[in-house]
T-cell receptor, first 112, second 114 residues
């Protein structure tokens, strides 16, 4: 089955860019997602990308997809303290019952 | 605003005492999911409903059951909670009609077992 991995921690200074990386194993993954989870809260969908795209930009967020290497990244421009949270990438496969496979999550800490 | 609502936000139950968590949605999505999330871990899918069709994950313990009486509501029943069932329980919804498969999550219910 699908395996999704992320680095556990990332620390950046306020105003810098953050890049959170994710790798997945199933080349038939059709949609890839980024979710944000603040302490004690549910998951908030930030953005998603279809597998036939290699980039998607949405305000401060840029998603890059390298399908050949099965690598996904989320870049947050001008990172703010309010961006401190856990970020999960997730993948789904068409015909997989619409189920998501989540990565382990990356804890982003934004320092002043 | 269309949303996914979970009640209660915090639930304390005793070891072995049945507990029910509830989820409702105003999105009119046909798929509803229940996830278990333990501290510092990714959400783990327990089961999902595609309309009225129930789909259990192979490794979901029998102790966990679910009901979906209508499109808007879904319940998670834990028949005999153990200490290992203490976790955040997340409900999510999705609409296959849109074909982008994104899931929308509720705020979660934090379950404590004493």
């Amino acid at each position: 089955g699908e395996d999704v991995e992320q680095s556990l921690f990332l620390s950046v200074r306020e105003g810098d860019s953050s890049v959170i990386n994710c790798t997945y194993t199933d080349s038939s993954s059709t949609y890839l997602y980024w979710y944000k989870q603040e302490p004690g809260a549910g998951l908030q969908l930030l953005t998603y990308i279809f597998s036939n795209m290699d980039m998607k930009q949405d305000q401060r967020l840029t998603v890059l997809l390298n399908k050949k290497d099965k690598h996904l990244s989320l870049r947050i421009a001008d990172t703010q303290t309010g961006d401190s949270a856990i970020y999960f990438c997730a993948a789904t496969v068409t015909g997989g019952g619409n189920k998501l496979t989540f990565g382990t999550g990356t804890q982003l800490k934004v320092e002043l | 605003d269309a949303m996914v609502i979970q009640n209660p936000r915090y639930q304390v139950t005793q070891f072995g005492k049945p507990v029910t968590l509830s989820c409702s949605q105003t999105l009119n999505h046909n798929v509803m999911y229940w996830y278990q999330q333990k501290s510092s871990q990714a959400p783990k899918l327990l089961f999902h409903y595609y309309d009225k069709d129930f789909n259990n994950e192979a490794d979901t313990p029998d102790n966990f059951q679910s009901r979906r009486p209508n499109t808007s509501f879904c319940f998670l029943d834990i028949r005999s909670p153990g200490l290992g069932d203490a976790a955040m329980y997340l409900c999510a919804t999705s609409s296959l009609i849109h074909r982008t498969y994104e899931q929308y999550f509720g705020p979660g219910t934090r379950l404590t077992v004493t």
